[in-house]
């Protein structure tokens, strides 16, 4: 009993909160700037190759027993790689007297975002409905377990790709003695 009352106050906790990380996180999306430091961007970088290895042998296994993962996830992660090749032209780095800033597009930020967020709350509906209603997982489509799943190759591919890129700009500027070039 105190198991279960420990995990809906953690669940009562999540929800109350979510809105609030969602409302900073846009707020940041259009005001922030980041200090390129290049041991957090290699600590994320390595960070993302390690979660898109896991992610990839978990992707190996749920394709046994759902079907279309092996489909979705790689074309979601193709996707993701082509969408965070777009975005490298979106980011915007300045030199300041305090170091290398970089800002990321504020529209994909937000569009990404909106895609957790609808992930979030289809898989949460999807499963309210199969659990207390009369309702089955689709076998296809983007309600489908493979399709929720395509959703994190989407955003690792992305993270894999914006990471890297931001690991050897900032590389790059303390490489050439903190002279900005353009790629």
């Known amino acids: 009993m105190p198991l279960l009352l420990a995990l809906v106050a953690a669940l009562a906790l999540f929800l109350a909160l979510l809105p609030v990380a969602l409302a900073l996180r846009i707020r940041g999306a259009f005001n922030t700037r980041r200090q390129a430091w290049l041991l957090p961007l290699r600590l994320a970088w390595w960070s993302s190759l390690l979660s898109a290895v896991l992610f990839a042998l978990a992707a190996l296994l749920a394709g046994l027993f759902w079907r279309n993962v092996w489909t979705y996830v790689p074309l ?90 931001l690991c050897m700009r900032t590389a790059a500027y303390r490489r050439d003695g903190g002279v900005l070039r353009r790629p």
């Open 76 to 165: 979601a992660a193709l996707a993701g790689i082509v969408l965070g090749l777009l975005a490298t032209t979106r980011v915007r780095f300045v030199e300041t007297t305090a170091g290398l800033f970089y800002r990321t597009s504020p529209v994909l930020s937000v569009g990404l975002l909106a895609l957790v967020l609808v992930r979030l709350v289809a898989g949460l509906v999807q499963g309210l409905r199969v659990a207390f209603g009369d309702a089955t997982w689709p076998e296809s489509g983007w309600l489908s377990h493979a399709g929720l799943m395509a959703v994190g190759g989407l955003l690792l591919g992305y993270a894999l790709v914006m990471t890297r890129y």
